[in-house]
């Protein structure tokens, strides 16, 4: 089965975030890579060699945006000073498109620089309607909102995870980054079934997909990305695949960062579930 | 304007004094229900248990990874400071400093501008208090020229096409990734011994003096003798190399003779090295 998008953004294919470790690496090889993630914050209020090297890797690949404090959810007003650097960083980087996560990371002024969750409820669906619709207004753009990995869940929470995020993406007329990492980091910490969470999301929204690794506690599981995409993830990837079709699709990795050549074949394993979609849909 | 979304205020209020206490998110929790009143959010009231994880649980662990994660970045942006304070007296000011001074800006490169002034000021029973205010001093400046505004600098061939006489009446402008620095300890070699991970005691008091830039896009830090020190912190101050050098002469210390007998070379290498991006005059 292949959905398009309801923008028809392009299946970028396989991508991988462009880390600081690597810069020497790409700039010297120039890998075949099909195009690049950015933290959009890390080359912002910057003009330093970060921006310098992004300027030159951008004339090269395809770019695609995303970002950490957006803070969509978050109840303060909406900071225009930080989307105005944001929209002038993705013109500048001709940025194919831009997103950042269901989340607030903080409130009243202050900041946790992390990725909150939200009570999924009618109120809270409205507010982020309103403000989707408002940030797309000032970008000129839709935005592609990531299922951030969840720790708690909120006693006024009254819609499921992916029900909330299907009816955010339809009312407010924005794209969804299905983070199929978070989906069993966040299933696996509420005790919810993942393939069932995959069966509620709408894929004509669905623009880019994440691959990651994750900490298993035991009794938690944690959204590191500090390891190998496991099993099981893949098995998640595989399932979106057959219901969506192709999806540009990245693996991020920030924390015990391997070398390039590394980084590179593990979101190369992605292929023989793309190409495994195809045989299918070919018999 | 969106609609207002006043259940939601309330938690993410709540959920961020309870995770950002400095105590842990059980004394947070506990913290604001007895300073608010009636209408404060109860823990269990608030967030579910999971099969294997109390309420408590499930938000400590979000409370753990805002200390942990400030402190990595605080961390890597002063490795000598921590250095100097050992990692259990590091983290502690840190944890203390986030408390003091909580995040306000979107972008973590902005967290610990304050850093060095609070270490100078507040951190009273850290040893060595001035020299580790002095050694963040250069770090942050680091920080900060790695991100400065990028400017062409001029090239050698333009300074060198001013007449002889027209030298004196110059202004010139600086690269915005530099700064200088005077400081009571000798902060840069004592920095160099660490990176180099060569044991040195901490230093007595001395003036030293020190530029911090941006060339090619890396960022140098280099000791000045107080005469380059003098001349470039006039220069940077808008003076004309004549009026600079005219200062500089009246100074006790300063042996002007050997200070003009040194500028071409001084010029030729701060050419180089990126200091001067434009002349005013």
């Known amino acids: 089965m292949h959905i398009k998008n309801c923008w028809d953004f392009p299946d970028l294919g396989l991508g991988v975030g462009l880390r600081t470790v690597h810069f020497n690496h790409i700039l010297e090889n120039w890998p075949k890579v099909d195009w690049f993630e950015i933290m959009s914050e890390n080359f912002m209020d910057t003009e330093g060699r970060p921006l310098y090297v992004l300027d030159q890797i951008a004339e090269r690949y395809p770019i695609v945006m995303h970002g950490v404090s957006m803070s969509i959810g978050c109840t303060d007003p909406i900071d225009f000073d930080y989307l105005a650097k944001l929209k002038a960083l993705a013109e500048r980087v001709n940025a194919v498109w831009l997103g950042d996560h269901v989340c607030w990371t903080g409130v009243a002024g202050r900041n946790g620089h992390d990725l909150y969750p939200l009570p999924y409820n009618e109120e809270t669906l409205a507010f982020l309607v309103d403000r989707i619709r408002i940030v797309q207004d000032f970008m000129e753009q839709p935005l592609i909102l990531e299922n951030p990995s969840t720790y708690l869940t909120f006693a006024s929470s009254t819609l499921a995870e992916e029900e909330f995020l299907a009816r955010m993406a339809e009312d407010a007329d924005c794209g969804l980054l299905l983070d199929v990492n978070n989906v069993f980091v966040t299933c696996r910490n509420h005790g919810l079934d993942p393939h069932a969470y995959l069966a509620g999301i709408p894929y004509n929204r669905v623009v880019q997909i994440h691959l990651a690794g994750h900490t298993d506690k035991g009794t938690h599981c944690i959204d590191t990305h500090d390891s190998h995409v496991i099993d099981p993830v893949w098995e998640l990837y595989a399932d979106v695949h057959q219901r969506a079709g192709g999806r540009a699709t990245l693996l991020e990795w920030d924390d015990h960062i391997p070398p390039f050549e590394e980084l590179h074949a593990e979101v190369m394993k992605a292929a023989q579930f793309r190409q495994t979609t195809k045989v299918r849909h070919a018999s | 304007m969106p609609r207002e979304a006043s259940q939601l205020d309330r ?84 944890k203390n400093y986030v408390t003091h001074h909580p995040s306000t800006y979107y972008n973590l490169n902005r967290l610990s501008i304050k850093f060095p002034l609070y270490l100078l000021t507040e951190a009273k029973d850290i040893p060595h208090q001035e020299f580790v205010a002095a050694v963040a001093t250069v770090e942050r400046a680091m920080e900060d020229m790695f991100d400065e505004r990028h400017v062409e600098r001029i090239p050698m061939e333009t300074l060198q096409r001013i007449p002889d006489e027209k030298w004196a009446d110059i202004r010139l402008q600086f690269n915005p990734a530099l700064c200088l620095l005077e400081l009571d300890y000798p902060v840069n070699t004592y920095m160099t011994a660490v990176r180099e991970d060569r044991h040195m005691d901490i230093p007595q008091p001395e003036k030293t003096f020190v530029v911090v830039y941006r060339c090619n896009y890396k960022v140098w830090r280099v000791d000045l003798d107080q005469d380059r020190y003098l001349l470039l912190s006039r220069l940077k101050d808008g003076e004309t190399l004549g009026a600079a050098l005219e200062a500089c002469a009246l100074l006790p210390d300063v042996d002007i003779d050997k200070l003009t007998a040194n500028l071409g070379e001084w010029f030729k290498e701060w050419t180089a090295e990126e200091f001067f991006c434009g002349i005013i005059s």
């Open chain 2, 11 to 94: 938690i993410e209020r709540w959920m961020h004094s309870v995770v950002t206490h400095p105590d842990g998110a059980k004394a947070g929790t506990k913290a604001n229900s007895t300073q608010n009143n009636e209408q404060a959010l109860k823990l269990e009231q608030t967030v579910l248990p999971s099969d294997e994880l109390t309420s408590l649980d499930r938000i400590s662990i979000y409370a753990n990874m805002y200390f942990w994660r400030l402190n990595e970045v605080i961390s890597n942006e002063y490795p000598t400071v921590s250095h100097v304070l050992g990692e259990e007296l590091f983290n502690k000011v840190v």
